[in-house]
């Protein structure tokens, strides 16, 4: 549970980045997989803005992270729909992406120049977010 813990309120924040202002595109600001990597933070906001858990915990979240979620005695869709009920309003920037064979880190600054490391890995050809702070 101490885990889920950690990953909430940090998703939460993720998500209230939703559409604060508009930043560039990750398209100009990382190339290849880095950009991949980043999209996924942006598909995180945007699941957030549009509140659909459900699409966080299929098209997001590693399937390991899922089942730590479920180990740890919660839902997955019911915890992001929590996170999502809980962010505040705020800025959300990827600052930078490292990517490392077929593991990657996100250095993720939030609004007041909090820093995050998310972490994903690839699955089934795709980045998935297996920890959202770190």
């Not at 942006?42 to 699409?55: H, I, S, V, Y």
């Not at 992270?65 to 809980?86: F, T, Y």
Request: hydrophobic share 40%; charged share 30%; proline share 2%.
């Amino acid at each position: 549970m101490k885990r889920q813990l950690v990953l909430i309120p940090f998703l939460a924040a993720a998500l209230a980045g939703c559409g604060a202002q508009a930043e560039p595109s990750v398209d100009d600001q990382f190339q290849g997989e880095q950009a991949a990597v980043a999209q996924q933070i942006e598909e995180l906001q945007t699941a957030g803005e549009r509140r659909k858990p459900d699409d966080i915990c299929a098209n997001i979240l590693a399937s390991s992270l899922v089942q730590e979620i479920e180990a740890a005695g919660g839902d997955c869709v019911d915890e992001m729909r929590k996170a999502i009920e809980d962010a505040d309003d705020y800025d959300l920037e990827v600052v930078e992406v490292t990517v490392t064979g077929e593991s990657a880190t996100a250095e993720v600054r939030r609004e007041g120049g909090a820093t995050e490391t998310m972490e994903f890995a690839r699955e089934n050809d795709q980045w998935r977010a297996t920890s959202l702070s770190g």
